[in-house]
Nanobody
Framework: QVQLVESGGGLAQPGGSLRLSCAAS????????MSWYRQAPGKERELVAA????????NYADSVKGRFTISRDNAKNTVYLQMNSLKPEDTAVYYC????????????WGQGTQVTVSS
């Protein structure tokens, strides 16, 4: 059974930090590109950050560059999102996504974790 379980969300003050984790099971984690998305109320889901299957080159939305860092530990089947210098506009539900492209593209989503940035 495939599972992606996010954790680490919560309430943070502007300028604060949170670290999200996404623990994967039920598939070969090291074969998948991992990414974080977020969806704020009334807005479309947007890509925040992505990391290749073996790590290395990462991609970020312009709005989080220099503040957020995505990383992964293939030995622990976990992807992380370190969020620093948080802003109220970072408030959203954060989702992790696993994608493997091939003859057929496979993808899985987590259930999401709420991040609220407010004083």
């Amino acid at each position: 059974q495939v599972q992606l379980v996010e954790s680490g969300g919560g309430l943070a003050q502007p300028g604060g930090s949170l670290r999200l984790s996404c623990a994967a099971s039920g598939f070969t984690f090291s074969n998948y590109v991992m990414s974080w998305y977020r969806q704020a109320p009334g807005k479309e889901r947007e890509l925040v950050a992505a990391i290749p299957s073996a790590g290395g080159s990462t991609n970020y939305a312009d709005s989080v560059k220099g503040r957020f860092t995505i990383s992964r530990d293939n030995a622990k089947n976990t992807v992380y999102l370190q969020m620093n210098s948080l802003k109220p506009e970072d408030t959203a539900v954060y989702y992790c996504k696993a994608v493997r492209k091939g003859v057929a593209t496979l993808y899985y989503w987590g259930q999401g974790t709420q991040v609220t940035v407010s004083s």
